[in-house]
């Protein structure tokens, strides 16, 4: 059994060291680590050499230091791509080695030492090729999604999703979504499916690819394996009056809303009704709250969503 890593990093160098450090004391072997950098200007390959995971580097050019114990892989992307694309990138290059699972995340988690052991024996137990994580912790409560409504129209995805009851006291559950941080796939099921959607660039590309799992295997959610969120506590310490002033994420949440609902609503009030209500309701939330330059990036994401402009079109800071 071969099991590969891919990691999708940008400008968190300090949270790429944890999580590296993290994989190297997993009980279970790990064979291959492939980072994919999305063009980070920080002191990222810097610090990748101070801890010999690579020696050498070059944009556009996959680089590998091999051993006996792990083979490390790095990518450097000359622009970034986002989470999306930075992830279709990364699950394009696995795909051409010979690996039997990949286990997939972001570059600010932190896996406990037996997080892959216990993924790998929830596969085995409940007969499926993909299993997700439980990210809970003192900083960050996690949910295990059982049903999303695709017939129902809403501004918000989350209202459209269904979780299983907390605190979870079952050892598995089914689910239905999952985000890039943590889940483990059987290669088969990948090489079936493709790669994540770039044209997302961040947001419901995961949720996506997770509809895409589905059609070829259930996928557990998995309580016992213990993954950390590294930037859960400064996350959750921002404001209310920072969370309603708008950012070139919110567009991004909002167009890839659209364009998820275009692709996988089962009703015609859930594919095109939702954009009315969706623009909406973010204005009116705009204006009762006095951000008034929030409407900008409504009209923008909304206009993209239905006129399918996908991909980056928006650059990470802008507005």
Not at 13 to 33: D, E, G, M, R
Not at 244 to 263: A, E, H
């Amino acid at each position: 059994m071969k099991i590969a890593v891919v990691l999708v990093t940008y400008n968190r160098s300090k949270c790429l060291k944890v999580v590296l450090k993290a994989l190297k004391n997993q009980n279970t072997k790990i064979n291959s680590i492939l980072i994919v950098d999305n063009c980070s200007n920080d002191d990222t390959q810097e610090m990748l050499k101070s801890i010999n995971f690579i020696s050498e580097f070059e944009n556009e050019k996959l680089i590998k230091n091999i051993s006996d114990e792990c083979t490390n892989m790095y990518y450097k992307n000359s622009n970034n791509l986002g989470g999306a694309g930075g992830f279709q990138k990364a699950i394009d290059i696995i795909s051409q080695f010979d690996y039997d699972y990949v286990w997939i995340m972001d570059d600010d988690v932190k896996p406990e030492p037996d997080c892959l052991e216990k993924l790998l024996n929830a596969l085995e137990e409940n007969h499926c090729k993909a299993a997700i994580p439980n990210r809970t912790d003192e900083y960050y409560s996690d949910n295990a999604c059982k049903f999303i409504d695709l017939k129902k129209f809403t501004a918000d995805m989350v209202a459209r999703k269904h979780f299983h009851d907390k605190p979870f006291n079952e050892k598995y559950y089914n689910v239905v979504d999952m985000p890039f941080e943590g889940p483990l796939i059987a290669m088969d099921v990948i090489k079936k499916i493709g790669s994540p959607d770039s044209n997302y660039f961040i947001y419901f590309d995961d949720t996506d690819y997770a509809r895409r799992i589905l059609a070829h295997s259930k996928i557990m959610f998995v309580k016992d394996a213990c993954l950390h969120r590294q930037l859960a506590k400064f996350t959750e310490a921002k404001t209310a009056k920072e969370k309603r002033k708008y950012n070139w994420q919110n567009y991004y949440n909002i167009r890839n809303n659209i364009l998820f609902n275009f692709k996988y609503g089962q009703s015609i009030r859930a594919k095109y009704f939702s954009i009315a209500f969706t623009w909406g309701y973010h204005v009116v939330r705009s204006i009762i709250f006095g951000e008034f330059k929030n409407i900008k990036i409504v009209n923008k994401a909304v206009h993209d969503g239905i006129h399918k402009n996908a991909g980056k079109t928006v650059n990470p800071g802008e507005f």
